[in-house]
């Protein structure tokens, strides 16, 4: 017996025990923006504290079976919405030593792997920001609601490693290398 008689008779011998074969379930996705969530990076600026706002961003979170650790989740940020509470503040944050928003207007998340960690989940993934990519990792909590889920977490990420403050700006005494991003986004399913 050759290999493909074989596989064609393992194909078919639940089918001749009456059994049917069900196709794999398609993910199902669920979608969050700044209306029913948010983002916010902490970050120093010598002794003061600030707290950024992302103003537009999409989150999409698809799960097949339900089981968020054989997920995927991609979020786009829109920079030029960011926002602090300081107009100076603002627009420094726009311009070429910042985020060079005119340069690069979003910044992007792709989950690698979601795995299991007590009552939350790891998370690693790619981070593009700037024109870089580098592998970033962190932690959130899934609680399941009505109409999806809601998802919280935190991610501190190197500012340094896409060259946010450049120039004088570099200087981690002025302002630390290390960047506090919590996220809290609700996420509802697609219709």
Do not use: K
């Amino acid at each position: 017996m050759g290999p493909i008689t074989l596989l064609a008779g393992l194909l078919v011998l639940p089918l001749a025990a009456g059994e049917t074969i069900q196709p794999a379930a398609d993910p199902v996705c669920y979608r969050g923006t700044a209306d029913n969530g948010a983002i916010r990076f902490h970050f120093r600026i010598e002794r003061s504290e600030f707290i950024g706002r992302i103003g537009r961003f999409q989150a999409v979170y698809c799960m097949e079976s339900g089981v968020p650790e054989q997920g995927e989740i991609r979020v786009t940020v829109d920079l030029t919405s960011v926002a602090t509470g300081n107009r100076d503040l603002d627009m420094g944050i726009q311009e070429p030593e910042g985020f060079d928003v005119d340069r690069y207007p979003t910044a992007e998340w792709r989950t690698r792997s979601i795995e299991p960690d007590g009552d939350a989940y790891r998370i690693s993934g790619e981070l593009r920001l700037r024109g870089a990519t580098r592998q970033e990792e962190g932690r959130f909590r899934l609680e399941e609601v009505a109409d999806g889920w809601r998802l919280e977490g935190a991610a501190t990420i190197s500012r340094l490693d896409y060259d946010v403050g450049t120039g004088e700006l570099a200087d981690t005494d002025f302002i630390p290398d290390h960047v506090l991003v919590e996220f809290d986004l609700g996420l509802d399913r697609d219709p």
